[in-house]
């Protein structure tokens, strides 16, 4: 039997509470919950845009749009950044990642010649690097960056969740 995915703007507070539940449930380390209030108030305000995908009815992810990114060489050319992109485990290889990009991309070109997003370097980021690449998202050629701060060459940094390199995507 196919499952039926619905991928949709969050627009309550209802959808909030499933999300903060989903995310508690499913990651340990999800303490904050007041994060997707926050998220549904700069929805409300035009910073950003974050979809939801419903598998059966049950939160299966979800993945922001941010217009003003805080990366230094985004924010200088207004190009706005998928962030967050989070597809639980039992639910991948479903396309949902590709259809939250699709929508994602599709809604930034109302407004940007480009999108952009930051991605990791350790393997647990290799799937997205390669879906990313199959996109056609390409290196900004700015190097590493650490909590968007450039690094600099002989610099020690963590290899962590905020070490991340920039890709850029032409939509027009």
Not at 17 to 38: G, V
Not at 97 to 102: E, L, T
Not at 118 to 126: A, F, N, R, W
Not at 149 to 158: A, F, M, W, Y
Request: aromatic fraction near 12%; charge should be negative.
């Amino acid at each position: 039997m196919e499952k039926s995915i619905i991928i949709k703007k969050l627009s309550s507070n209802d959808e909030v509470i499933m999300l903060d539940e989903a995310f508690r449930a499913q990651y340990p380390w999800y303490q904050d919950r007041n994060y997707f209030h926050t998220c549904l108030e700069q929805i409300s305000s035009g910073q950003r845009v974050t979809l939801i995908a419903l598998v059966d009815g049950e939160i299966a992810g979800c993945c922001h749009l941010l217009y003003e990114s805080k990366y230094p060489h985004f924010q200088d050319k207004n190009i706005p950044e998928i962030n967050s992109l989070d597809v639980f485990p039992e639910y991948r290889r479903n396309k949902i990642a590709s259809r939250f990009f699709d929508e994602l991309e599709l809604i930034a070109a109302n407004t940007s010649e480009y999108i952009g997003l930051g991605v990791g370097l350790y393997k647990d980021y290799g799937n997205a690097q390669m879906m990313y690449s199959k996109r056609g998202y390409m290196l900004d050629g700015k190097g590493m960056f650490y909590n968007n701060v450039e690094v600099s060459p002989g610099q020690s940094v963590i290899v962590d969740d905020e070490l991340l390199v920039y890709l850029v995507k032409e939509l027009r």
